[in-house]
């Protein structure tokens, strides 16, 4: 069977549902202190959840069939997403672009990445002073 990468799943309601799943699961194990990363679970989850936005924009907006615009979303939410909760845009932007497919237009997508990752941090301090992270002085 092939799979197409820019659309794994067939509708919407899949990916956001395993999305929100992993979601919890993270968070679970984060708050129960289990050993273990949250990086890529996040970025995982980010994709998981760009794919659902994909799938519902994808009828309404013509653009969204570009060959550019799906690999832009997943990057962006894939970096907002850890960001959001690490704070770290440039390594997670550098995590990204070091582990992306040698076909992707790492010029084009790269700074659409790093306005999302910066914005996600923002946005994420606005909300909350508290980090995941505990750093001493």
Not at 54 to 75: C, E, G, H, K, Y
Not at 109 to 130: C, I, N, T
């Amino acid at each position: 069977a092939r799979v197409d990468p820019n659309l794994p799943f067939a509708g919407v309601a899949a990916p956001l549902q395993v999305g929100m799943a992993k979601f919890v699961a993270i968070a679970l194990a984060a708050a129960g202190g289990f050993p273990g990363g949250v990086i890529f679970p996040l970025l995982s989850n980010g994709a998981l959840l760009s794919h659902a936005l994909i799938a519902a924009v994808r009828p309404l907006l013509p653009l969204a069939t570009s060959s550019l615009v799906a690999p832009l979303m997943v990057m962006s939410f894939m970096a907002s997403t850890l960001t959001s909760i690490t704070r770290t845009p440039l390594a997670t932007v550098l995590i990204l672009a070091l582990s992306s497919s040698g076909m992707t237009p790492l010029s084009v997508l790269l700074p659409g990445v790093m306005m999302a990752s910066y914005v996600s941090v923002w946005v994420s301090d606005r909300l909350s002073s508290d980090s995941f992270f505990s750093y001493s002085e």
